[in-house]
């Protein structure tokens, strides 16, 4: 069983198995999952394409007991749970699904975003050294803003790290909105309600990836004076930071 559409013409004759295979830069790649960079007629575009994953990992799909991220279903599905609720993404253009009983291909492609920095590279990177202590608050707000809606809206992202968050540089200048894109939907799930372990998580991993690369002072008074609810964070603070000590630990062992 195929599923397969476009929102733009210029995919409409293009084949699923044209597409799937595209060739281009590969940005990042795991075991069932890759993330391409390509030119099509002149626009460059990303591609992220799925495979099947292990035979135990299929059965357990079936059965229930794991999440399916082995495919973009839910990639695509979140595409449309986020632009209902505000949070900016890049924008979806294509997306296919060919179905078999052990073996899934899928992908989901979307446009380019122009002159953009993942904001642990805006973070870390010298050449944005002055950028970063002139925007770095602005940064914060925005980022604990998208933060808000995700929460408030029952759904958790499970990757919520720096690098998901994609800073458009040519927005800096704008007062009134500097635009941040999410990125990387395979795990996210909207739930009636979010548990107080899932959001600890959360905010761990994010306030992880703010100690290696941010500024975590900046981040955490910014967080205290923004968040939604702010007895949670007061509650909660030692949960937190231990996820965010876990995870720090886990990648200085993973990189030392």
Same mark, same amino acid.
């Given at each position: 069983?195929?599923?397969?559409?476009?929102?733009?013409?210029?995919?409409?004759?293009?084949?699923?198995?044209?597409?799937? /295979?595209?060739?281009?830069? &590969?940005?990042?790649?795991? #075991? +069932?999952? $890759?993330?391409?960079? %390509?030119? =099509?007629?002149? @626009? !460059?575009?990303?591609?992220?394409?799925?495979?099947?994953?292990?035979?135990?990992?299929?059965?357990?799909?079936?059965?229930?007991?794991?999440?399916?991220?082995?495919?973009?279903?839910?990639?695509?599905?979140?595409?449309?749970?986020?632009?209902?609720?505000?949070?900016?993404?890049?924008?979806?253009?294509?997306?296919?699904?060919?179905?078999?009983?052990?073996? /899934?291909?899928?992908?989901? &492609?979307?446009?380019?975003? #122009? +002159?953009? $920095?993942?904001?642990? %590279?805006? =973070?870390?990177? @010298? !050449?944005?050294?002055?950028?970063?202590?002139?925007?770095?608050?602005?940064?914060?707000?925005?980022?604990?803003?998208?933060?808000?809606?995700?929460?408030?809206?029952?759904?958790?992202?499970?990757?919520?790290?720096?690098?998901?968050?994609?800073?458009?540089?040519?927005?800096?200048?704008?007062?009134?909105?500097?635009?941040?894109?999410?990125?990387?939907?395979?795990?996210?799930?909207?739930?009636?309600?979010?548990?107080? #372990?899932?959001?600890?998580?959360?905010?761990?991993?994010?306030?992880?990836?703010?100690?290696?690369?941010?500024?975590?002072?900046?981040?955490?008074?910014?967080?205290?004076?923004?968040?939604?609810?702010?007895?949670?964070?007061?509650?909660?603070?030692?949960?937190?930071?231990?996820?965010?000590?876990?995870?720090?630990?886990?990648?200085?062992?993973?990189?030392?």
């Amino acid at each position: 069983m195929l599923n397969f559409y476009s929102n733009i013409k210029s995919f409409e004759d293009v084949s699923f198995d044209e597409l799937f /295979n595209v060739k281009g830069n &590969i940005v990042r790649s795991s #075991k +069932n999952r $890759e993330t391409v960079e %390509f030119l =099509f007629k002149n @626009k !460059k575009y990303f591609i992220k394409r799925f495979s099947k994953g292990s035979v135990f990992q299929n059965l357990l799909n079936k059965l229930g007991i794991l999440k399916d991220i082995s495919n973009a279903v839910n990639e695509h599905s979140a595409y449309e749970i986020l632009q209902d609720i505000g949070i900016e993404t890049p924008k979806l253009v294509c997306y296919g699904n060919e179905k078999k009983i052990w073996n /899934n291909r899928s992908f989901v &492609i979307s446009e380019e975003i #122009k +002159n953009f $920095e993942q904001l642990d %590279f805006f =973070f870390s990177k @010298k !050449k944005y050294q002055k950028d970063k202590k002139n925007y770095q608050d602005r940064i914060y707000k925005k980022v604990v803003h998208i933060i808000n809606k995700l929460h408030q809206n029952g759904i958790v992202h499970h990757d919520l790290y720096l690098c998901h968050f994609l800073l458009d540089l040519n927005s800096l200048d704008n007062k009134k909105n500097i635009k941040i894109y999410l990125i990387d939907f395979h795990r996210l799930e909207k739930k009636t309600k979010v548990s107080s #372990k899932w959001i600890s998580k959360e905010l761990g991993d994010l306030l992880f990836s703010i100690k290696f690369f941010g500024n975590e002072d900046r981040f955490q008074k910014i967080l205290k004076t923004n968040y939604f609810n702010k007895n949670f964070l007061e509650n909660h603070k030692m949960d937190i930071h231990e996820r965010a000590t876990l995870m720090l630990k886990k990648y200085k062992n993973k990189y030392a």
